[in-house]
């Protein structure tokens, strides 16, 4: 994809939008004059979850959650190009009480929605769950750099491992649609507090929506910011358990592929987590 080709279907390209670090994300100009972001991913069959996740971000929209609309997504000689609308607002990293609040509200917004099967594997939500935390997925959520990393990584990858080995997926209902990257960059708000946009929705897929109110809790406490009692009245403890496994393995992963710098603070919050 080149800026030719992107002016052939339409838009004219601004400059890279903020985040997305697994993934592109540039603004640009549309046909009709509106700013958009665009996306795109070097696969045809991402169009096919588009045709899945659309409706179902219709329904949580009518829902009074702010997700933004898709105005274009199309297949194009081996890619997948989407355009999203721009909403307002920019990312806190701590969040006044209303919006907590009202988080918790969208969150609860997306039960019995559909969405497509959980991302990259094809299973269902429970087995999905169960094999993050005792095989780990490609380049998401892998166990062998925690592995090879230290004794204090190795003592989290070992107790995430036996908490896979101990859940039952039928733990893990699927009851609605998980974002299942739900974290303060992927959220936007005005400086009055008011909720303007839920964003980054490529991954999300059918499962037990509450995964998002312990993503949205574990990674406010990597800000400083305590929500744990909110969650724990939401989510069985053990399945509450399992999600946090789950949370402290893809961030400390990410953290030693990516940002080492970061690995002390990752450790620190999963210990930290798992023990309470």
Not at 114 to 134: D, Y
Not at 180 to 201: E, K
């Amino acid at each position: 994809m080149n800026a030719e080709q992107l002016r052939d279907l339409g838009f004219q390209l601004e400059g890279r939008a903020p985040g997305g670090e697994s993934g592109g994300a540039w603004f640009a100009i549309a046909a009709d004059g509106e700013r958009v972001v665009l996306k795109w991913f070097a696969d045809e069959g991402m169009a096919d979850r588009y045709a899945v996740l659309l409706p179902a971000l219709d329904v949580l929209r009518s829902r009074g959650v702010p997700v933004p609309e898709y105005p274009f997504v199309r297949a194009v000689d081996g890619w997948t190009l989407s355009a999203q609308q721009v909403l307002p607002g920019r990312s806190f990293p701590i969040w006044p009480p209303q919006l907590v609040d009202r988080m918790i509200e969208c969150v609860s917004a997306a039960a019995g929605i559909v969405g497509p099967p959980p991302a990259p594997a094809l299973q269902g939500w429970g087995e999905f769950v169960i094999r993050t935390l005792t095989v780990g997925e490609d380049g998401w959520a892998q166990h062998d750099s925690l592995r090879a990393h230290s004794d204090r990584a190795r003592r989290i990858i070992d107790l995430v491992e036996s908490i896979g080995a101990d859940a039952e997926p039928s733990w893990f209902p699927t009851s609605g649609l998980v974002h299942l990257d739900l974290h303060t960059d992927n959220v936007l708000a005005l400086d009055d507090g008011t909720l303007t946009g839920i964003v980054d929705w490529e991954g999300a897929c059918a499962g037990d929506h509450r995964f998002d109110l312990v993503a949205f809790a574990f990674d406010l406490d990597g800000h400083g910011q305590q929500i744990w009692d909110r969650v724990e009245a939401l989510v069985e403890p053990h399945v509450l358990r399992a999600y946090v496994a789950h949370m402290a393995l893809r961030f400390t992963d990410w953290a030693i592929r990516h940002h080492p710098e970061d690995v002390p603070r990752q450790l620190d919050r999963a210990e930290r987590v798992l023990d309470q």
